[in-house]
């Protein structure tokens, strides 16, 4: 949409978002108001270079050690590094 509509029509007053929509929310609050093409591009950027490895990594036990002995089946370390990382700056 932001390719498409004029520029006006795609600012934002509220942002919210749910599971993966508050991460693109949090990470567009971090863009002014006019920037949302840099928003677009970045964002996508992000997510291109998204996969399992980025975002869970197997627990030394395996799925056993984090049903027994975590709180998730998988150790979600490398999503939390991957957000701290990107909105950091």
Request: aromatic residues 12%.
């Given at each position: 949409?932001?390719d498409?509509?004029?520029?006006?029509?795609?600012?934002?007053d509220?942002?919210?978002?749910?599971?993966?929509?508050?991460?693109?929310?949090?990470t567009?609050?971090?863009?002014?108001k006019?920037e949302?093409?840099?928003?677009?591009?970045?964002?996508?950027?992000?997510?291109?270079?998204?996969?399992?490895s980025t975002?869970?990594?197997?627990?030394?036990?395996?799925i056993?050690?984090g049903?027994?002995?975590?709180s998730?089946?998988v150790?979600?370390?490398?999503?939390?590094d991957?957000?701290?990382?990107?909105?950091a700056?």
């Amino acid at each position: 949409m932001i390719d498409l509509l004029p520029p006006i029509e795609t600012q934002y007053d509220v942002i919210s978002g749910i599971s993966v929509g508050s991460l693109n929310g949090a990470t567009f609050s971090t863009f002014a108001k006019g920037e949302e093409k840099d928003f677009k591009e970045f964002v996508m950027d992000v997510w291109h270079s998204v996969n399992f490895s980025t975002v869970f990594k197997m627990w030394p036990g395996g799925i056993e050690e984090g049903v027994y002995n975590r709180s998730a089946f998988v150790d979600n370390t490398p999503l939390s590094d991957l957000i701290h990382s990107k909105l950091a700056g």
